[in-house]
């Protein structure tokens, strides 16, 4: 009897050994995987240098056929006060944005492509908006440089992505800064204070490469970025005095051109006096680099 006890005895023992193992080993296997959770494909290029061929691609894209324009994007188009912004005679363009922001993740691929027909990116870093702002595919312009003939792209990320202060914006620009981005200012004479694109969402889920064959297809977030691209190009045409023609002569911007406010283009002889810090310094005539301090505005 006491043997047949005894017996009963170690096999609880035995049982509540190998239940405290399995869980020691669960519990291992949680910590494990919770220490070793893949990192998305998006989050591990983020910081990472635009590819050579990505850059190509870009420019690519930003050929014609431009595709579709939509007026209604630039209905609550603001023309600015006071005097143009300008650098050696080129008006200037601003923006204004931070890196967490998902509208801005998707404006800024209309930025690139418009910008890439009146000059040329490089130094572009890969990045995604804030992961609980969808965390999209889209870039940065921290240290990027942007060669033109025919304007100045000034942008700043006043915010990373865990939204913490990043580029100053200079005082010169701020007076009609009203705090929301993404925000755009065309030579002070033409304001988006608002995004251009409403559904950041389309893309959700899309790496870069998806995003690009998007924008070649044509289809419902290839045709939004296309159309934002289109209004910012229409914009530009207007504060450089349709210059070039190559582009501002396409069809697909005249749609856009012949609807907004005329004005005399922006010359030297009327512009502001520009004294920025933290923003950008010259390199050659007409390269300007994010993020670093250039005195020589005039």
């Known amino acids: 009897m006491k043997?047949?006890?005894?017996?009963?005895?170690?096999?609880?023992?035995?049982?509540?050994?190998?239940?405290?193992?399995?869980?020691?080993?669960?519990?291992?296997?949680?910590?494990?995987?919770?220490?070793?959770?893949p990192v998305s494909a998006l989050d591990k290029r983020i910081g990472q240098p635009v590819t050579s061929s990505d850059m190509t691609t870009l420019s690519q894209l930003a050929n014609p056929p431009y595709g579709p324009s939509d007026a209604t994007m630039l209905a609550s188009l603001k023309t600015g006060t006071g005097s143009p912004y300008l650098s050696n005679g080129k008006p200037i363009l601003v923006y204004i944005g931070g890196e967490f922001c998902p509208y801005c993740a998707i404006v800024r691929w209309s930025m690139i492509l418009a910008l890439s027909r009146f000059g040329t990116f490089s130094n572009l870093h890969y990045t995604t908006s804030a992961n609980d702002e969808g965390d999209y595919a889209t870039f940065t312009f921290v240290g990027s440089t942007y060669q033109s003939n025919y304007i100045v792209f000034q942008p700043y990320e006043q915010e990373d992505r865990a939204q913490a202060p990043l580029q100053t914006v200079p005082s010169n620009y701020t007076a009609e800064f009203t705090g929301g981005y993404p925000f755009l200012n065309f030579g002070?004479?033409?304001?988006?204070?608002?995004?251009?694109?409403?559904?950041?969402?389309?893309?959700?889920?899309?790496?870069?490469?998806?995003?690009?064959?998007?924008?070649?297809?044509?289809?419902?977030?290839?045709?939004?970025?296309?159309?934002?691209?289109?209004?910012?190009?229409?914009?530009?045409?207007?504060?450089?005095?349709?210059?070039?023609?190559?582009?501002?002569?396409?069809?697909?911007?005249?749609?856009?051109?012949?609807?907004?406010?005329?004005?005399?283009?922006?010359?030297?002889s009327s512009g502001s006096v520009l004294l920025l810090s933290d923003a950008s310094f010259t390199v050659s005539p007409g390269t300007f680099i994010s993020g670093r301090d250039y005195s020589g505005w005039n």
Do not use: E, F
Request: aromatic share 4%; hydrophobic share 45%.
């Open 3 to 37: 043997a047949h006890v005894k017996q009963r005895q170690q096999r609880r023992q035995l049982t509540i050994l190998v239940a405290v193992v399995i869980v020691g080993i669960s519990l291992a296997a949680g910590i494990y995987v919770a220490l070793n959770l």
């Open 188 to 268: 002070n004479k033409y304001i988006v204070a608002y995004s251009l694109l409403s559904d950041p969402g389309l893309l959700a889920g899309k790496n870069w490469t998806q995003i690009m064959t998007s924008i070649n297809a044509g289809d419902t977030l290839g045709s939004q970025i296309k159309m934002g691209a289109n209004a910012i190009t229409a914009l530009i045409c207007k504060i450089t005095g349709n210059d070039p023609t190559s582009v501002c002569s396409n069809s697909s911007i005249v749609a856009l051109t012949d609807t907004l406010v005329s004005y005399n283009p922006l010359s030297t």
